[in-house]
């Protein structure tokens, strides 16, 4: 069973940079497709970007300014988020799957196990 612990959130004014970690206690984390996700208030969780083994994906509202990476010697998945936005702010969360379906809908909450428990950000001056 994975258990995933996301940290990293905050409060950060417009323009500046945050690391989100989301680390698994138990099983090894490397052999699940891993995404964040996020759900800012009165709105629908979206998928913000995804890592396998030799695949990232990202949203376009983050792209160029977000980057995944893992490190498996730590059991943990990072998302750097540079270049903060207001409308950046939500709960981040990431999630752990291992389906096929994953590959041509990462971020389809369903094709997802494994969840944490979300870790918030916040962008405002």
């Known amino acids: 069973q994975l258990q995933l612990v996301e940290s990293g959130g905050g409060l950060v004014q417009p323009g500046g940079s945050l690391r989100l970690s989301c680390t698994s206690s138990g099983l090894l984390l490397d052999p699940y497709g891993v995404s964040w996700f996020r759900q800012a208030p009165g709105k629908e969780r979206e998928g913000v970007s995804y890592?396998?083994?030799?695949?990232?994906y990202y949203a376009n509202s983050v792209k160029g300014r977000f980057a995944i990476s893992r490190d498996n010697a730590r059991n943990t998945v990072f998302l750097e988020m540079n270049s903060l936005r207001t409308e950046d702010a939500a709960v981040y969360y990431c999630?752990?799957?291992?389906?096929?379906?994953?590959?041509?809908?990462?971020?389809?909450?369903?094709?997802?196990?494994?969840w944490g428990q979300g870790t918030q950000v916040a962008v405002s001056s």
């Open positions: 999630a752990a799957g291992s389906g096929s379906r994953i590959a041509s809908s990462w971020d389809d909450t369903t094709a997802y196990d494994y």
């Open positions: 890592i396998s083994r030799g695949r990232k």
